[in-house]
């Protein structure tokens, strides 16, 4: 397994999001070369008293430069985080978490099994056959809907859903006996 | 690089909030599926009331009063579809309308659970 900051760095510089420099040399240098002119500028008369000691201030094209790489930025943001393997501690936690429901599966499995059928069969035996069979369902439910709909969000969501449904899915019937 | 990129994750989440409140989201179709598991959960419901109206016939015949703990067992056996109707509705705020349904789905077989719990418990 890859070390992920190793990752990062091959993809970057460092500094390489300091604000005061251009996303690449080219058009930094031309900003450069453009600045003496700009301060001899006539329209830009007001300020050309402070540029000395102040660097130039953002033009509208800057500006735009600067939105279109946050813009970026916030893409391949997006794209990381969609794309991000797990960590292997979250991989640990999904394995406990799913044996866990495992167990509990078992658990509401041997709760229906150990049911006696009554010597006479009216519609509530039947509700509750039903109920049973629904509480067998209930875990593996969960557990694969948890995972299908917190696949776009944060894994923070993933582990607070399924400890939740730890908490909810507990197989009573099978733990007092029945 | 990746405090920029945390920014931006930041931002993005900050700009998602505020689509996220209400029920606005939820559109025709979003209540028709809401509507048609409310018939559903309905089952439950019916079961649950069921169970209360003959709980408390059968200690009348007998000539018991109930006590405290045997209402709270059975009224909550009786709300438990409302609260995880309730619940799931709220869940799906946030989500499309074939993710609602699949909470939906797992609310129901959510409420068999909490109920044979409480069945178990009694």
């Given at each position: 397994m890859s070390d992920r900051r190793d990752d990062d760095e091959a993809l970057g510089w460092a500094g390489d999001d300091d604000p005061t420099l251009s996303p690449e040399g080219l058009p930094a240098r031309e900003a450069d070369a453009e600045q003496p002119t700009r301060l001899t500028d006539g329209l830009a008369a007001p300020a050309a008293s402070t540029a000395s000691t102040v660097p130039a201030r953002p033009t509208v094209l800057d500006e735009a430069e600067d939105a279109e790489d946050r813009a970026a930025e916030r893409e391949l943001a997006d794209a990381e985080t969609a794309g991000a393997q797990l960590s292997s501690a979250a991989l640990i936690g999904l394995g406990v978490l799913g044996g866990i429901y495992l167990l509990y599966t078992i658990g509401w499995i041997v709760s229906f099994s150990r049911y006696q059928t009554p010597i006479t069969v009216d519609f509530s035996v039947v509700t509750y056959r039903i109920a049973q069979s629904l509480a067998v369902a209930a875990s593996p439910l969960w557990f694969v809907s948890t995972l299908l709909l917190t696949q776009r969000r944060d894994a923070r969501y993933r582990f607070l859903w399924l400890v939740i449904g730890v908490l909810v899915l507990v197989p009573w019937p099978f733990l007092m006996g029945f | 690089m990746t405090d920029a990129a945390g920014a931006g994750r930041a931002s993005t989440l900050q700009q998602e909030k505020p689509a996220?409140?209400?029920?606005?989201?939820?559109?025709r179709s979003g209540w028709a599926i809401a509507v048609l598991f409310a018939f559903l959960y309905a089952y439950h419901l019916w079961g649950g009331l069921a169970n209360l109206v003959g709980v408390v016939s059968t200690f009348s015949s007998f000539g018991v009063e109930m006590g405290g703990s045997v209402w709270t067992l059975v009224i909550a056996y009786a709300a438990v579809p409302i609260v995880v109707y309730a619940a799931a509705l709220l869940v799906g705020r946030t989500l499309r309308n074939g993710e609602r349904a699949v909470v939906f789905v797992v609310g129901f077989a959510v409420v068999s659970v909490i109920s044979l719990g409480i069945l178990a418990i009694a």
């Open positions: - | 996220k409140r209400g029920f606005s989201t939820f559109g």
